[in-house]
């Protein structure tokens, strides 16, 4: 697969680099990180040039975060309200609640989870189902979307042959980082509802 992207972005230039990213940011099995260093490297080689490969992976997961948040808002908040959604016992509460905590941090999420394959897709759709407002998520997707694309695309440029080996290693730092994050907040949740518990006990 991951040849197979970039003879795409061979054949058909800007065109596949827009087209491969909206696909996989949107949740298509698109190694999204591959396909942009590969770029970099096909900008360091003079194949690409650099402002065009720039914008159009810009515009790629700028378009695909934003589907994913179109996805969260139509279908995502239809499925809360519907039958499914009062067998899961979500209600307009904790709906509110999801919408109060994206305002308070979770735009963070947004922004930082372009770096965590997966998420990125994930927290675009909380975001909509939680009806998060547009400017808000466009802020925090946008400007992520923007450090993520140039993030990559220097390491391809600036390590040129190397940059299989650059990373391997950046990608295996990242998923070290998600886990150890992953773990540091269900350790947190659960510390909470412990305290909340015991706050809720009637004193004898």
Same mark, same amino acid.
């Given at each position: 697969m991951e040849n197979t992207v970039l003879q795409w972005v061979a054949s058909y230039g800007y065109i596949a680099i827009f087209s491969l990213l909206v696909l996989g940011i949107v949740g298509l099995p698109v190694p999204d990180e591959f396909l942009l260093t590969g770029c970099g490297f096909l900008i360091y080689q003079h194949h690409l040039r650099p402002v065009? +490969? #720039? #914008?159009? +992976? !810009?515009?790629?997961?700028?378009?695909?975060?934003?589907?994913?948040?179109?996805?969260?808002?139509t279908i995502g908040w239809r499925f809360l309200h519907s039958r499914f959604g009062r067998l899961l016992h979500i209600s307009d509460a904790r709906i509110r609640s999801v919408h109060d905590w994206f305002d308070r941090i979770g735009h963070w999420a947004l922004l930082a989870g372009y770096f965590i394959p997966g998420v990125r897709h994930f927290t675009a759709i909380v975001a909509g189902t939680s009806k998060l407002e547009l400017p808000s998520?466009?802020?925090?997707?946008?400007?992520? +979307?923007?450090?993520?694309?140039?993030? #990559? !695309? #220097?390491?391809?440029?600036?390590f040129g042959e190397r940059w299989p080996q650059i990373l391997a290693l950046v990608e295996r730092h990242l998923k070290l980082a998600s886990f150890v994050a992953g773990i540091a907040i269900l350790a947190y949740l659960l510390v909470r509802y412990i305290i909340r518990k015991r706050r809720s006990r009637p004193s004898e």
């Amino acid at each position: 697969m991951e040849n197979t992207v970039l003879q795409w972005v061979a054949s058909y230039g800007y065109i596949a680099i827009f087209s491969l990213l909206v696909l996989g940011i949107v949740g298509l099995p698109v190694p999204d990180e591959f396909l942009l260093t590969g770029c970099g490297f096909l900008i360091y080689q003079h194949h690409l040039r650099p402002v065009p +490969a #720039f #914008f159009s +992976a !810009l515009a790629g997961s700028m378009s695909g975060i934003t589907c994913s948040y179109i996805i969260g808002r139509t279908i995502g908040w239809r499925f809360l309200h519907s039958r499914f959604g009062r067998l899961l016992h979500i209600s307009d509460a904790r709906i509110r609640s999801v919408h109060d905590w994206f305002d308070r941090i979770g735009h963070w999420a947004l922004l930082a989870g372009y770096f965590i394959p997966g998420v990125r897709h994930f927290t675009a759709i909380v975001a909509g189902t939680s009806k998060l407002e547009l400017p808000s998520f466009a802020m925090y997707a946008y400007s992520g +979307a923007t450090i993520w694309v140039s993030t #990559f !695309l #220097f390491i391809g440029y600036h390590f040129g042959e190397r940059w299989p080996q650059i990373l391997a290693l950046v990608e295996r730092h990242l998923k070290l980082a998600s886990f150890v994050a992953g773990i540091a907040i269900l350790a947190y949740l659960l510390v909470r509802y412990i305290i909340r518990k015991r706050r809720s006990r009637p004193s004898e």
